[in-house]
C-alpha cells in the first residue's frame, strides 16, 4: 500500500493539484519536489502550472499508474480537495516565497478523532524547501 498524497502549486495566479500514490510522506514528498527543480524553470522563475507539469515528469513511474493531474481542480478549492481526497495521507501546498526567493511548503497529515470517529487535516509543518530536505533527510 502507498504512502497517498497530493501536491498543489500555487502562485499568484492558479493552483494546479498532482495526485501522486506511494512515497507521499515528507522524506519522499522532500525528495520529490527537488527533482522537479531539473525539469522545470531555473528559480526564482515560478508559474505553478510549469512547476506541476516539471513534478510529473520527474517522479513519472515509466510503468505508468502512480501519478495523476487533479482534473477539474479549477473549478474548486484547496479545502474541497481535501475534504473531497480524504484517502489521501498528506497533502502539500508549495508556492514561492517572493521574500526568501524560495519554495515554502505546507505539509497537511491526516489524523483521525476517535471520540468524533471522524477524519480530519492537521498542519504539521510549514517551513522552506532547504528547511525541509535537511529536516527530512536527517530522519530517514
Known amino acids: 500500500m502507498g504512502t497517498r498524497a497530493v501536491y498543489f502549486f500555487e502562485d499568484k495566479i492558479d493552483i494546479y493539484g498532482v495526485y501522486k500514490h506511494y512515497d507521499g510522506y515528507p522524506q519522499g ?16 522563475r515560478w508559474e505553478a502550472d510549469e512547476f506541476a507539469a516539471a513534478f510529473v515528469a520527474a517522479n513519472k513511474n515509466p510503468k505508468g499508474g502512480e501519478i495523476r493531474l487533479l482534473p477539474n481542480f479549477e473549478h474548486t478549492s484547496i479545502p474541497m480537495m481535501m475534504e473531497e481526497h480524504k484517502w489521501c495521507d498528506f497533502y502539500y501546498i508549495i508556492s514561492w516565497d517572493d521574500y526568501d526567493k524560495e519554495m515554502f511548503v505546507r505539509i497537511f497529515e491526516s489524523r483521525y478523532d476517535e471520540k468524533l470517529e471522524t477524519q480530519y487535516w ?12 535537511r529536516a527530512y533527510a536527517e530522519a530517514s
Open 122 to 133: 492537521h498542519e504539521t509543518a510549514s517551513m522552506r524547501h532547504s528547511e525541509m530536505l
Open 29 to 44: 514528498a522532500a525528495a520529490h519536489i527537488e527533482d522537479a527543480k531539473a525539469y522545470a524553470w531555473p528559480l526564482p
